[in-house]
């Protein structure tokens, strides 16, 4: 392979996706750049401006004339970071999360527009010829926290949660299928009807493929949201993935007016309350069950949105 080989392939590329001309591509107005930056706002719910420059190698002044054109727009707003007053937490505003989405949806849509011209035959062979060339040009580095994206879930994504759910809870803990049924169900209840503005499901990716996941939905008691379903995959865990997860719900939550989070665990998924522990979560009742075939001790947790607002 020579050089010229890349750049052949490489103009080949940006001609297929648009990249020169992606606000025509996506009937929108911002750039690839600027769509990159809404994409990497709505999947990092906090993040600055440092962050942005380092994951997206940007020049500081363009990143800066960007965010102003966004804030100028009321796609963002901008607040002193907690932690280090010299940098400033960037957040979507509802509008931004609105734009973010309809982005979202438009790239959907115009990626499933090249994949419906690929035989079903070719697919698989494209997927592995994707894959080949990032984990060739990735020169066999360990994955990165940078690494992981959350994104919703597309077709498939919600049969994968049920069967990675009852494949490692029968690995990890020796649960039975009555595990499986009970996801099953939770999965297909959202799945039938649901509300998009109060609920939602979130995809941890890590090269092309889901390694964690989670749902926010609405609960019986009034003004409280639920979070559902948190797993990692063995080889994506320390990266950090569980507490990003878990931060794209309470942000969402709290974005959309819940007062309330709660969530229902047991007491052997020592990791997932570890989590649930460092977000501010307070556990509020146990008691002990039989339930997918072993002897557990459920636990309530609760997070109150209001008192742990930064």
């Known amino acids: 392979m020579t050089v010229q080989d890349i750049r052949t392939f490489n103009r080949f590329y940006t001609n297929v996706i648009g990249a020169l001309d992606y606000s025509r591509q996506l009937y929108a107005p911002y750039t690839l750049t600027e769509s990159r930056v809404i994409y990497e706002l709505a999947h990092s719910p906090r993040t600055d401006a440092a962050d942005l420059r380092a994951e997206l190698s940007l020049d500081a002044g363009y990143l800066s004339r960007i965010l102003n054109k966004f804030e100028d727009a009321g796609l963002i707003e901008r607040a002193p970071s907690a932690t280090d007053p010299r940098r400033r937490h960037i957040t979507l505003t509802t509008r931004g999360?609105?734009?973010a989405d309809l982005l979202a949806e438009r790239a959907n849509e115009s990626v499933g527009a090249l994949l419906s011209t690929v035989p079903s035959a070719d697919r698989s062979r494209l997927a592995e010829a994707m894959l080949a060339v990032r984990e060739i040009l990735s020169d066999g580095r360990p994955p990165r926290r940078e690494d992981v994206v959350l994104r919703e879930p597309a077709p498939g994504d919600l049969g994968w949660i049920v069967q990675r759910n009852a494949a490692l809870y029968a690995s990890e803990f020796g649960w039975n299928t009555d595990y499986e049924g009970l996801v099953a169900r939770i999965v297909a209840d959202f799945a039938e009807d649901h509300d998009p503005h109060l609920e939602r499901v979130w995809i941890a990716e890590l090269d092309g493929r889901p390694v964690g996941c989670v749902m926010c939905v609405r609960d019986e008691a009034p003004a409280t949201a639920r979070l559902r379903l948190l797993l990692v995959e063995p080889d994506a865990r320390g990266l950090g993935v569980g507490d990003r997860l878990v931060t794209a719900v309470i942000?969402?939550?709290?974005?959309?007016?819940?007062?309330?989070?709660?969530?229902?665990?047991?007491?052997?998924l020592a990791a997932a309350r570890r989590i649930y522990q460092r977000h501010g979560f307070v556990l509020v009742a146990e008691k002990p069950h039989r339930s997918f075939g072993k002897d557990l001790n459920g636990q309530d947790w609760r997070l109150d949105l209001h008192s742990t607002q930064e």
Do not use: I, P
């Open 97 to 99: 999360r609105e734009t």
């Open 251 to 268: 942000d969402f939550a709290r974005g959309v007016g819940y007062r309330e989070l709660v969530l229902w665990t047991n007491d052997v």
